[in-house]
């Protein structure tokens, strides 16, 4: 009667959107059924509802990392990180895995390569994994059902959750190029930071890598495309602007002879095109960012 009444709780919890509420379900349920084994009963189908609960836990996870994601993605200046002091810099590289010698020659100010955005979702993703964490404790599972468990939520959360909030900020229709080449060089950043998710994920769970059956995480594919949707998005773009500058000239195209005088499209055009391509400057030359610069 007890295991009915829950199945039916369990029905009505499917519509919760609050995972600390999923995790004291889940708390009372690994009490009440480590109770019943000290007594001898069969607690099988109790765990096996467990099961249930944790898919219920990963999705409203899923949903509130969504909203998460959204308002750092919104909030982003989409500006280089400009640091003023040692202290300054050392606290932006305690919360991203980033190093480049060059940059920490140069002398203050100075900028880092990415916007905020960066290691605000690589911590935010460092937390979802730490709360992928909490339904797997007393639930005695092994070190690898724990690991196996929080890489197939990291990477729901890669390529579903983090992939669909960077793809709806790249189509906005007031998006411009400067937050486009600053997507393309923020998700560079995070592709690579993805071997330190894997290092962290195994340090928590004890479990290597190389380990049979040990799923990867998929990070990289999602910073790609996200990446590739940018380029897509500034070829169009810039098509659009020579489109709108050429449209929007008033020459006298039948003009004589100027002499040594500079025709005046001309002059606008070439400053048109170096303010335009000025926001290329600082695209990593790697990959598949490399045609932007050759156009240049």
């Not at 404790?137 to 197939?152: A, G, N, Q, Y």
């Not at 080449?181 to 950043?189: E, G, R």
Request: charged share 20%.
């Amino acid at each position: 009667y007890t295991i009915i009444n829950m199945q039916e709780y369990l029905s009505s919890i499917s519509y919760c959107s609050d995972p600390n509420l999923v995790l004291d379900l889940k708390n009372l349920i690994v009490l009440f059924a480590d109770t019943l084994q000290v007594y001898g009963f069969p607690v099988n189908q109790l765990f096996d509802m467990l099961l249930e609960i944790r898919d219920q836990y990963s999705e409203t996870l899923l949903k509130k990392w969504a909203g998460i994601f959204r308002n750092i993605l919104d909030s982003d200046n989409y500006s280089p990180i400009p640091v003023t002091s040692e202290e300054m810099y050392k606290k932006v590289v305690g919360q991203f895995p980033f190093q480049d010698i060059e940059l920490e020659k140069q002398p203050f100010p100075k900028k880092f390569p990415f916007s905020e955005f960066v290691p605000k979702v690589y911590n935010q993703i460092k937390e979802f994994i730490y709360a992928c964490l909490k339904f797997s404790e007393d639930l005695h599972l092994s070190s690898t059902e724990v690991d196996d468990m929080i890489r197939k939520s990291t990477n729901l959360l890669l390529t579903r959750t983090l992939s669909n909030s960077l793809q709806n900020v790249i189509k906005r229709k007031n998006i411009g190029l400067t937050e486009l080449v600053q997507i393309i060089i923020n998700t560079t950043h995070l592709e690579k930071s993805c071997k330190y998710l894997e290092e962290f994920i195994t340090n928590i769970t004890n479990v290597l890598p190389e380990t049979v059956h040990t799923t990867k995480l998929y990070g990289t594919t999602t910073f790609k495309d996200a990446r590739h949707a940018a380029e897509e998005e500034i070829y169009t773009n810039l098509n659009q602007k020579i489109d709108q500058f050429l449209q929007l000239a008033d020459y006298d195209w039948m003009t004589g002879d100027l002499g040594n005088k500079a025709s005046d499209y001309l002059v606008d055009l070439i400053a048109f095109l170096r303010s335009t391509f000025a926001v290329f400057t600082h695209l990593p030359v790697s990959g598949s960012c490399s045609y932007f610069v050759l156009y240049i």
